[in-house]
């Protein structure tokens, strides 16, 4: 028996938790109008679709891309790289620095060390957690860009 895929939620209902000026900065002027976006044409374009075939990753790769993000996906997940970008922490300091349990923090941790974002090392007694490399700060500093751009 086949699993069924769930099926995607609409892209209203999401827009639908941002605040209003970002759902405003987001849409797209027909869309706003109710103008459709469709283009309206049934003509393949082959020379834009080899030139795209050609360049796109492969699945295996679009899929891992797909994992990450939806690590990123967490709030709380996303506020722990942003403090390990700016120095190395244990769970002790992370979990007083976002008013969390360290059982909570340890949780998180371990879904960030599963998708490569982060790595510890130990002093004595002590586990430290630092960014895996600097692929992670320009992912964090890139979104946030994006996000803070008018």
Do not use: W
């Not at 699945?59 to 994992?67: G, K, S």
């Not at 360290?102 to 490569?116: C, F, G, M, N, T």
């Amino acid at each position: 028996m086949s699993a069924k895929r769930p099926a995607a939620a609409p892209r209203a209902m999401s827009e639908a938790v941002l605040p209003t000026a970002r759902r405003d900065r987001t849409a797209t002027p027909g869309a706003q109008s109710g103008e459709s976006t469709d283009c309206g044409c049934v003509e393949i374009h082959p020379a834009s679709l080899a030139a795209v075939r050609a360049a796109m990753p492969e699945d295996a790769d679009l899929f891992y891309l797909a994992e990450l993000f939806r690590v990123l996906g967490d709030h709380t997940r996303v506020r722990i790289l942003k403090a390990l970008t700016l120095a190395e922490l244990c769970v002790c300091d992370l979990a007083e620095l976002l008013g969390m349990t360290h059982s909570a923090v340890s949780h998180q941790l371990r879904a960030l060390r599963a998708a490569r974002l982060v790595r510890f090392r130990r002093e004595g007694k002590n586990v430290f957690y630092a960014i895996d490399d600097a692929h992670v700060d320009a992912l964090l500093r890139q979104g946030l860009d994006h996000v803070g751009h008018d």
